[in-house]
């Protein structure tokens, strides 16, 4: 078979592929703590599931609207407008089987061949993937941790040329866990506005926040035509395998993402639509609960890498990942995630993962419990004390 040739420009999350050996090892016997995959180990709240099982009574079960239904993209935007202070409408927004798709369509939409796209690095592998796929050029924008992993807007603005047409961001950040301040977010948009570069904003996290306060860039003035704002709720209610994302836009952009969608997959899911609303109407207690759950478990991780041999970890500003720099083991951090998983039990990942600017970190996850989570750093605390 000859595959086409923009296929050997795609990527992947080697998330999954760590999560397949991960699962390989455990069929043969062996004991394996999950901190690799961005998952919470939460159950989906009852009322959610109790809404999608009365549409799909109801009659929610057949196609929909391309770009959603209309009463779910209604409490979308209104959702926005509470949560960021912006003026969306349901026009503006288009609801997506999961977020990953608004990535591929914006881009798709938006980016041609020769162009580039200002991608944060480390970052979110598929950014870069879809980027180059479409025939675009990736640019990485540093994050470092002297800056704890926030973009540098000076750094950006030499970053943009005249091929420039997207510049993503993703706050609270994967996989760092850093927050980009209200400071941030203005230069940002400036440089974005100077030059009439579309903002892609990445804010799934945007619930899980544990020090400072969330911004998101389409709260700047002027930037709310410029700014595809990506939301979703695998995160903030334990919904990942649902598939339930949108993002808010310009209009007759939203015209051209929805039609995207008529291409691809027709539409979105009815009943999880309906699963969606309820989920902002409903009652808040359990992911408020899971939230703070992430943020203990948050504490106890960093604290728990900082007492490794060879390690420093600054505490994240939101998400639920932990970014250690392990330069001073001596060992390649690619090498070391290998050895984690291969010798201690431990699924973790390379921060190379998530480009070259993550060289010398690995990235856990701590949507694990906190015993499981003592229990991995004992394990990583024996291999690095070996090495």
């Not at 089987?97 to 061949?113: M, R, S």
């Not at 091929?163 to 941030?184: A, E, F, R, V, Y």
Request: with cysteine.
């Amino acid at each position: 078979m000859k595959l086409a040739e923009r296929m050997s420009r795609l990527g992947t999350e080697t998330a999954f592929e760590v999560l397949a050996r991960a699962g390989e090892l455990e069929a043969e016997g062996r004991d394996i703590i999950h901190l690799e995959i961005g998952q919470p180990d939460f159950q989906t709240p009852e009322y959610i599931i109790e809404a999608a099982h009365q549409a799909m009574k109801d009659g929610y079960t057949g196609y929909g609207p391309s770009a959603g239904l209309p009463e779910a993209r209604e409490r979308f935007a209104a959702y926005l407008n509470e949560t960021r202070g912006t003026n969306y409408d349901a026009s503006q927004i288009v609801i997506t089987p999961g977020a990953k798709p608004i990535l591929f369509f914006a881009i798709l939409a938006l980016v041609d061949e020769g162009d580039e796209v200002i991608v944060p690095n480390p970052g979110f592998p598929i950014y870069e993937s879809v980027t180059e796929f479409v025939g675009a050029t990736a640019v990485p924008a540093p994050l470092r941790e002297k800056r704890e992993f926030r973009l540098d807007p000076d750094e950006l603005g030499s970053l943009v040329s005249d091929k420039t047409k997207m510049i993503i961001i993703n706050s609270p950040h994967n996989p760092t866990g850093s927050m980009l301040t209200m400071d941030d977010l203005e230069a940002i948009a400036e440089v974005a506005m100077a030059n009439d570069i579309m903002v892609l904003s990445d804010e799934p996290y945007s619930k899980m926040v544990y020090d400072g306060e969330f911004h998101s860039i389409a709260e700047v003035d002027g930037m709310q035509d410029l700014t595809i704002l990506l939301e979703g709720f695998s995160k903030t209610y334990a919904m990942t395998g649902w598939r339930l994302g949108y993002a808010a836009m310009e209009p007759e952009l939203a015209g051209q993402i929805a039609k995207l969608q008529t291409n691809s997959n027709s539409c979105t899911a009815s009943f999880t639509q309906i699963a969606g609303i309820a989920a902002y109407d409903g009652p808040q207690d359990e992911s408020e609960a899971m939230m703070d759950a992430f943020e203990e478990r948050r504490d106890v991780m960093v604290a728990g890498l900082n007492e490794l041999p060879g390690v420093s970890c600054l505490s994240p500003a939101g998400a639920f990942y932990v970014f250690p720099n392990v330069t001073a083991t001596g060992v390649d951090s690619r090498e070391l995630a290998s050895r984690c998983l291969e010798e201690a039990g431990v699924a973790v990942l390379s921060g190379t993962a998530f480009g070259e600017y993550g060289d010398g970190y690995l990235r856990l996850s701590s949507a694990n419990n906190i015993e499981n989570i003592n229990e991995a750093l004992d394990r990583m605390n024996d291999l690095f004390s070996s090495l």
